[in-house]
C-alpha cells in the first residue's frame, strides 16, 4: 500500500471517526448542560457518607489513572509488546487508543465548560472542566487495551476472564473514585466510559485487527507494516 493509500485509510479508520466522537462529545456536554439532570444530589449524598478509609481507597483508585501514570504506564507497555511481538503494530494500537481518548478529550473539555460537583473536592481540580472524564477514558483506553491486546495470545476462557477482570475493574473503580471524591458528576464518568471504549474499538479496527481483514485474493493490499 502506498504512502498516499495509507494516508486516506489512517484519515478514514482514525481521524474521521476522532473528529465525530468529539463532535458528539460536544453536542453530549451541550445537552447535559441544557437539561437538568439532578446529579448533583448523588454527588452531596456520596460527599455526607464520607469516612477516612473510603478516602484512602477512592485516593488510590483515582491515581490508577492520573495522567503522568498513564503516560509512563503506556510508554512501558508499548515497548514490552514491541520486545515481545517484534513488532510494532501493538504498540501503536495501544498508544493510538490513549492518546485518541486524550485528544477528543482536550478538544471538548474546555468548550462545553462544564462546572464541577458543588462539593468539596478531595483532589486539586485540574483546569480543564468537568465534562467528560478524562481519567475514566483515560483508564478504559490504557487497562481495556493492554487487555485487548493480551486476549489475542490466548485462546481458554479462564485466561480471558482472568484478563479482563482487572481491565474493567480498574476503568469502575477510576470512577467511582471521581464520583465519590467530588471531581466528577455520574454523566461525566458514563461519558468517559464510551468515549474510552469507542476509542479502543476504533483503533483496535484500525490498526491492530487491519491485516486479518485483508483479502488474500488482494496481496497487493496488504496490511500495513507496523513492525
Known amino acids: 500500500m502506498s504512502k498516499?493509500?495509507?494516508?486516506?485509510?489512517?484519515?478514514?479508520?482514525?481521524?474521521?471517526?476522532?473528529?465525530?466522537?468529539?463532535?458528539?462529545t460536544?453536542?453530549?456536554?451541550?445537552?447535559?448542560?441544557?437539561?437538568?439532570?439532578?446529579?448533583?444530589?448523588?454527588?452531596?449524598?456520596?460527599?455526607?457518607?464520607?469516612?477516612?478509609?473510603?478516602?484512602?481507597?477512592?485516593?488510590?483508585?483515582?491515581?490508577?489513572?492520573?495522567?503522568?501514570?498513564?503516560?509512563?504506564?503506556?510508554?512501558v507497555v508499548a515497548i514490552v509488546f514491541r520486545l515481545w511481538f517484534h513488532r510494532w503494530r501493538e504498540s501503536i494500537f495501544l498508544i493510538a487508543a490513549v492518546w485518541s481518548q486524550s485528544l477528543v478529550f482536550l478538544a471538548t473539555t474546555e468548550v462545553v465548560g462544564r462546572h464541577r460537583p458543588p462539593v468539596k473536592h478531595l483532589d486539586p481540580a485540574p483546569p480543564?472542566?468537568?465534562?467528560?472524564?478524562?481519567?475514566?477514558s483515560a483508564a478504559v483506553a490504557f487497562y481495556c487495551g493492554?487487555?485487548?491486546?493480551?486476549?489475542?495470545?490466548?485462546?481458554?476462557?479462564?485466561?480471558r476472564v482472568a484478563i479482563w477482570t482487572p481491565a474493567v475493574a480498574a476503568p469502575l473503580m477510576v470512577g467511582f473514585s471521581r464520583l465519590y471524591r467530588g471531581m466528577h458528576f455520574l454523566t461525566d464518568v458514563m461519558w468517559?466510559?464510551?468515549?474510552?471504549?469507542?476509542?479502543?474499538?476504533?483503533a483496535a479496527w484500525s490498526i491492530l485487527y487491519r491485516r486479518a481483514?485483508?483479502?488474500?485474493?488482494?496481496?497487493?493490499?496488504?496490511?500495513?507494516r507496523a513492525g
Open 192 to 202: 468517559g466510559l464510551l468515549l474510552g471504549a469507542a476509542c479502543v474499538v476504533m
Open 26 to 75: 460536544y453536542g453530549a456536554g451541550q445537552a447535559v448542560l441544557a437539561w437538568p439532570t439532578g446529579e448533583a444530589e448523588l454527588s452531596r449524598d456520596l460527599a455526607a457518607a464520607r469516612d477516612p478509609a473510603w478516602n484512602t481507597a477512592t485516593d488510590l483508585g483515582s491515581s490508577l489513572s492520573d495522567t503522568p501514570y498513564i503516560v509512563a504506564l503506556t510508554a
Open 128 to 136: 480543564t472542566s468537568s465534562f467528560p472524564s478524562g481519567h475514566v
Open 213 to 224: 481483514r485483508t483479502s488474500p485474493s488482494h496481496p497487493a493490499r496488504t496490511a500495513v
Open 4 to 24: 498516499t493509500e495509507d494516508l486516506k485509510y489512517y484519515g478514514l479508520t482514525l481521524l474521521s471517526p476522532m473528529l465525530l466522537m468529539a463532535a458528539v
Open 146 to 159: 493492554v487487555a485487548v491486546v493480551l486476549t489475542t495470545r490466548v485462546r481458554s476462557t479462564a485466561a
